[in-house]
């Protein structure tokens, strides 16, 4: 099987950076087209400087990197420094970029990119708010039909809201772009934090990471050790959870997860429930199913496939 073609798009963010880490280093599940950097955990000027340092830390300086919206469809910016930290990468102590961040727009590369590769060929994975995905759907909704497949880390039904009560931060920080992405009718498979926070990198995990002791390994671990303080402290987890990794593991092994094909609303009137993701679980509804909606992984052996990946950087 040829490897899939596709473009990340994000906000990075330590959890991003890991899912990058894991797509640059599986060529053969993956050729990476682009990364597109949105407004989401950091300001974009951090994001896309962020996604760049990420691929000079994988080695991968050839891959292009393209800066995308500042900020949401029809809201003010909401970020997320007091789980990142005030770069979006705080943890390791990594050099500023040189490869150079690309001219064109993000928007325009994703649908440049979708008029030109062939029609059901590229899957967009999306690892932050949707802002980048939507403003290209409503600029040439030509392209909609041409997408293979939308993998996106967002939304939450059991595990509920982890930036207010009811909603996950990336559909939280943009509901109007989700709700265009959720009605396009692409396919979507959607990583919520019902299953991301099975992933948690407990301390072994962590030490699996630092032993490789590579650039990249120690980073992760860097990161990581970081970046559970938020979740520790809300949620008293036993580490932090690798929420966007769930994206591009998908791509390698998508036996590692279960979910349901369920419909999927996004909540976009409510202050008080903004950015939920009304997920049908139980088929209480007859509105028509939408997305996959993963609720389960097999968390060791993700972790050993991340670890084997990254060892390879
Ligand atoms: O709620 C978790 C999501 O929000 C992850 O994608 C994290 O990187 C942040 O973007
Ligand atoms: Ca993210």
């Not at 990476?32 to 400087?49: F, M, S, W």
């Not at 990119?113 to 040439?140: M, Q, S, W, Y």
Request: contains cysteine; proline residues 7%; aromatic residues 6%.
């Amino acid at each position: 099987m040829p490897p899939r073609k596709i473009i990340i798009d994000t906000d990075p963010g330590q959890d991003d950076a890991v899912a990058i880490l894991l797509a640059l280093s599986s060529p053969e599940d993956m050729d990476v087209l682009g990364i597109t950097a949105v407004a989401g955990n950091v300001p974009l000027e951090l994001t896309q400087k962020n996604a760049r340092i990420v691929c000079e830390l994988a080695g991968k300086t050839d891959v292009p990197v393209f800066a995308g919206c500042d900020r949401p469809m029809g809201r003010q910016l909401v970020t997320a420094e007091h789980v990142h930290g005030k770069t979006g990468l705080d943890g390791p102590s990594l050099p500023d970029p040189t490869m150079p961040l690309q001219d064109q727009h993000a928007v325009d590369f994703i649908i440049e990119t979708l008029h030109r590769e062939d029609a059901g060929t590229v899957t967009l994975c999306v690892l932050g708010p949707l802002t980048n995905i939507a403003t290209a759907f409503e600029k040439a909704p030509e392209v909609i039909e041409r997408v293979q497949q939308i993998v996106l880390m967002g939304g939450a039904y059991f595990e509920v809201g982890n930036i207010t009560p009811t909603a996950e931060f990336n559909i939280y920080v943009d509901p109007e772009a989700a709700e265009i992405t959720f009605k396009s009718g692409v396919d979507i498979v959607v990583m919520p934090l019902d299953v991301t926070h099975k992933a948690l990198v407990t301390q072994p995990r962590n030490d699996a990471f630092r032993d490789l002791g590579t650039p990249s390994g120690i980073a992760v671990a860097q990161m990581t050790d970081f970046f559970e303080r938020f979740d520790k402290e809300k949620y008293g987890s036993n580490g932090a959870p690798l929420h966007d990794p769930c994206v591009t593991a998908y791509l390698i092994a998508p036996e590692l997860f279960s979910g349901r094909h369920i419909n999927v609303e996004i909540e976009t009137q409510s202050d008080l429930t903004r950015g939920m993701t009304v997920a049908d679980w139980w088929g209480v509804t007859d509105r028509p199913a939408n997305a996959t909606f993963i609720g389960d992984l097999d968390a060791d052996g993700f972790f050993a496939l991340l670890v084997e990946r990254i060892g390879r950087l």
